[in-house]
């Protein structure tokens, strides 16, 4: 089981990063920064090195999408504080950051027959209406994660809290579509 068996796509986190946050002062010194309450309760702020963006909210909870990687939320974060700090915001120091979700995809390198897929796991576990949607969503309990099955061979995996959890949702597809004889 390569490392290299999957791409992750996006990495969602949050923490707090205070007790409570004034989003107008933020929106007014941070470039870019988006405040509409009328739209959404929460500022959104996008930064580029690494890439990803922030939805901060007055609780002083946030919240950070985009990333492609597990590491570059810790650095964001960590930017984010400083650039809090920069400014005269006081933040939580070392704030637990909790995944959320963590989407990745990856290769089977072969074309898949989805209503012989649909048919071999069986229907508890699995949605599969060619008319609604292409791909055959399969929710796996352990690791608990859903993995979009598409006919091009191409698994997009979601709801893992770590790169592991991804990593092996796609072996348990790979491994129960080889014992079906579909790989």
């Known amino acids: 089981m ?15 990063l205070a007790e409570e946050f004034d989003l107008t002062v933020i929106e007014s010194r941070f470039e870019g920064a988006e405040y509409n309450k009328q739209k959404f309760p929460g500022l959104v702020y996008r930064v580029s090195d690494p890439k990803a963006a922030f939805l901060v909210f007055t609780s002083g909870k946030v919240v950070c999408t985009g990333a492609k990687n597990v590491a570059d939320v810790h650095t964001v974060i960590g930017n984010m504080a400083k650039k809090l700090n920069s400014i005269g915001i006081p933040t939580i120091e070392n704030p637990q950051i909790t995944v959320q979700n963590i989407v990745a995809s ?6 898949l027959n989805l209503n012989a897929i649909a048919i071999g796991l069986g229907l508890e576990n699995i949605e599969y209406e060619p008319e609604q949607f292409p791909g055959l969503v399969y929710r796996i309990d352990d690791p608990k994660v859903v993995v979009l099955i598409f006919s091009s061979g191409k698994l997009v995996v979601t709801g893992g809290k770590t790169p592991e959890d991804c990593e092996r949702g796609v072996e348990v597809v790979r491994q129960q579509l080889d014992n079906m004889g579909l790989l």
């Open 2 to 16: 390569s490392e290299s068996s999957i791409k992750i796509e996006n990495v969602v986190a949050s923490t707090k």
């Open 106 to 111: 990856a290769d089977l390198h072969t074309i």
